[in-house]
């Protein structure tokens, strides 16, 4: 069975959630309080891998605003919960087919509902009809009998009727095989059994869950036998029968030496597989051990022996207990002993509900988390995950994600938890985490190249483009094809840059502006080792006659003030001239110029000449001071070209 889509309805904040899709990996994103636990908690119920929690509680989980209708209209008849569709698979279906015959299966989908009754209500599509006929056919009685039995339309009647035949060993056998198939029930009642023994467990996995760093053996064997075990001692158990044991077991002194290598096999497998995805520290292990308790210690750690868990750090040589350790890590192998452990018990035939996995760690262990989910645990069970993180929101699949919100309509009227099957809402907070991991993600793109070249803005980009694709035409030396030219704001966002998106030093360049202003972070720039030396380049090493200057000065002062004429559309009487009396950065003095113009002539924005420049280039191929402003281009782009073979 493979769940479809889900419901949720009368559940705490949730009146109807609406159906929503499930798919192999779903997840629900909304802020706090918006009813994701809910819906992880409403769809637990529906086949827990704990008992205990199993049941819907009116007093406690209904509606609470309409708890009081509820128990005047609804008495002796509560309202349903969830309810979930299924879908069969080809083992399902030919157990079912092999049976009752092809013609029993109307559908292969299957709907369960759980509510305040706490029982499982089936609905499955089987004819009766068909495969009581089914069953006559493949009996095995004369035909004269078969006959007889051809208009019945239900098994229960089927079984009573054979009864009635005159006495034969075919008869008997027939009868038997009735009662092993469907006993004194019906058809449907036969494959909502078996169904129900195969549906898939739940697993409900919440941030609090971790296993603790220590544990007293006593206490724990006293817990476990008044079934009083919280979740530290859970997934204590878990870890134990992982190894194959018990606190009993290894309360007995002479299995130390056989229990200290199971304990040591299990640390070294789990170790592996949570340092294949952690990329925080890779030079942790985790330790196991057990010895006799201190007097001193508090208890219950004073008496008896203890277990104890801590994780070694090999890069400085020390070990602390697993409590000390960072959250993160603690949560993280914590869910891989307890999910190791369900797929011990139940295999594969799981549905995870992760309740905000992962929520202590960082950006980036967050990005590992979600990784692994996608290729360890999506491929082997479905998987359904809530989360406000952007970090924890899979870009490339947007299709599985699932807002939830506490809806209110446009007069006021409160709707509860309301589940989106697409990612458009209207609440702003709700979609945060989406819009924050698409935009991060969108400007990781622009790093796409493996050599980027880092610009101040779009006038660069676009003068660098320009530059390019005049000295290709005439067969000069232009930017390398394999640099990727990113705008990223100005030189005092390269180090922002460079810390957030991560980007590899050796493969990156940067050009920049050399403004009075400017200069200092030019220097610290060069000094902070975010970049190796030599690949930051700025205008003036590229101007003569200048120690400041713009992209614009490469270009000239005297092509860049007729762009500057063409661009801005200016009347002769307004036009700057090519001459100028010392050297100056052509910026600058064309911001000057402006200033004294006219209050209606228009603004100067130092992207409109580029991109007149890049779209009107044929205009200017006759003008003098094109080929000295295509020079100094070509210095630069050589400088740059060479970073790809040579290095800095």
């Given at each position: 069975m493979r769940l479809q889509a889900a419901q949720v309805e009368n559940f705490k904040l949730a009146n109807d959630t609406g159906r929503f899709r499930v798919d192999d990996l779903t997840c629900l994103v909304g802020k706090n309080e918006s009813g994701k636990t809910a819906i992880l908690k409403a769809l637990h119920r529906l086949n827990p891998d704990d008992a205990d929690g199993r049941d819907f509680d009116i007093e406690t989980e209904y509606p609470r605003f309409r708890l009081f209708e509820y128990k005047q209209r609804h008495a002796g008849n509560p309202d349903n919960v969830v309810t979930s569709w299924w879908h069969l698979d080809d083992v399902e279906r030919r157990w079912i087919t092999d049976r009752f015959g092809p013609s029993a299966l109307v559908t292969d989908e299957v709907v369960v509902r759980r509510g305040y009754l706490n029982t499982n209500d089936w609905t499955v599509p089987i004819d009766e009809t068909a495969a009581t006929r089914h069953l006559v056919d493949h009996s095995g009685l004369s035909a004269a009998d078969a006959d007889r039995l051809w208009s019945i339309s239900s098994a229960q009647t089927l079984v009573q009727s054979v009864q009635a035949l005159d006495a034969s060993t075919t008869r008997d056998t027939f009868a038997q095989r009735l009662r092993d198939l469907v006993g004194d029930g019906s058809v449907t009642e036969a494959v909502t059994d078996y169904l129900s023994v195969n549906m898939p467990t739940f697993v409900y996995y919440a941030n609090y869950h971790t296993l603790p760093g220590q544990m007293s053996l006593d206490h724990f064997i006293e817990l476990e036998a008044q079934n009083q075990m919280t979740w530290p001692e859970k997934i204590f158990k878990a870890l134990l029968s992982l190894v194959g044991s018990s606190a009993q077991d290894i309360s007995r002194a002479a299995t130390y030496e056989a229990m200290k290598a199971d304990l040591e096999a299990v640390g070294l497998r789990l170790s592996r597989e949570i340092f294949e995805y952690w990329s925080q520290n890779r030079d942790l292990e985790v330790e196991f051990a057990f010895d006799q308790a201190r007097p001193a210690?508090?208890?219950?750690?004073?008496?008896?022996?203890?277990?104890?868990?801590?994780?070694?750090?090999?890069?400085?040589?020390?070990?602390?207990?697993?409590?000390?350790?960072?959250?993160?890590?603690?949560?993280?192998?914590?869910?891989?002993?307890?999910?190791?452990?369900?797929?011990?018990?139940?295999?594969?035939?799981?549905?995870?509900?992760l309740d905000e996995p992962g929520l202590s760690l960082h950006g980036t262990a967050q990005a590992d988390l979600l990784r692994y989910i996608r290729e360890r645990l999506a491929p082997k069970c479905q998987v359904v995950y809530s989360t406000h993180s952007p970090f924890m929101v899979s870009t490339n699949n947007l299709l599985s994600l699932r807002t939830v919100e506490d809806a209110v309509t446009r007069s006021g009227e409160v709707r509860g938890t309301v589940v989106g099957d697409d990612v458009f809402s209207t609440d702003a907070e709700t979609l945060f985490p989406l819009r924050a991991a698409l935009g991060y993600d969108i400007t990781q793109t622009m790093f796409a190249g493996d050599h980027c070249l880092l610009v101040g803005g779009p006038s660069d980009l676009l003068y660098l483009t320009w530059a390019s694709e005049e000295l290709s035409a005439r067969g000069r030396i232009a930017l390398d094809r394999r640099w990727t030219i990113t705008?990223?704001?100005?030189?005092?966002?390269?180090?922002?840059?460079?810390?957030?998106?991560?980007?590899?030093?050796?493969?990156?360049?940067?050009?920049?502006?050399?403004?009075?202003?400017?200069?200092?972070?030019?220097?610290?720039?060069?000094?902070?080792?975010?970049?190796?030396?030599?690949?930051?380049?700025?205008?003036?090493?590229?101007?003569?006659?200048?120690?400041?200057?713009?992209?614009?000065?490469?270009?000239?002062?005297?092509?860049?003030?007729?762009?500057?004429?063409?661009?801005?559309?200016?009347?002769?009487?307004?036009?700057?001239?090519?001459?100028?009396?010392?050297?100056?950065?052509?910026?600058?003095?064309?911001?000057?110029?402006?200033?004294?113009?006219?209050?209606?002539?228009?603004?100067?924005?130092?992207?409109?000449?580029?991109?007149?420049l890049l779209e009107h280039k044929r205009e200017f191929e006759g003008d003098p001071d094109l080929d000295s402003a295509l020079d100094r281009f070509a210095r630069l782009f050589d400088t740059l070209n060479r970073f790809l073979t040579s290095g800095p």
């Open positions: 210690d508090p208890p219950p750690y004073d008496s008896g022996y203890v277990f104890r868990t801590r994780i070694r750090n090999r890069r400085h040589g020390v070990s602390v207990s697993f409590d000390e350790r960072s959250t993160g890590f603690v949560w993280f192998f914590s869910f891989l002993i307890w999910f190791s452990q369900m797929q011990s018990e139940h295999g594969q035939d799981l549905v995870l509900l705008p990223c704001g100005g030189i005092r966002k390269v180090g922002s840059f460079l810390n957030l998106f991560g980007v590899s030093q050796s493969h990156l360049a940067v050009f920049t502006d050399h403004a009075p202003g400017e200069k200092a972070t030019v220097r610290s720039l060069r000094e902070a080792g975010l970049l190796q030396d030599g690949l930051v380049l700025t205008a003036d090493m590229f101007v003569l006659a200048q120690d400041e200057a713009d992209t614009e000065d490469l270009v000239g002062r005297g092509l860049y003030s007729q762009v500057v004429n063409k661009a801005f559309a200016l009347p002769a009487a307004q036009w700057m001239t090519r001459s100028r009396v010392v050297p100056a950065r052509v910026v600058k003095e064309v911001e000057d110029h402006f200033k004294t113009l006219p209050v209606h002539a228009p603004v100067f924005d130092r992207l409109v000449p580029a991109a007149y």
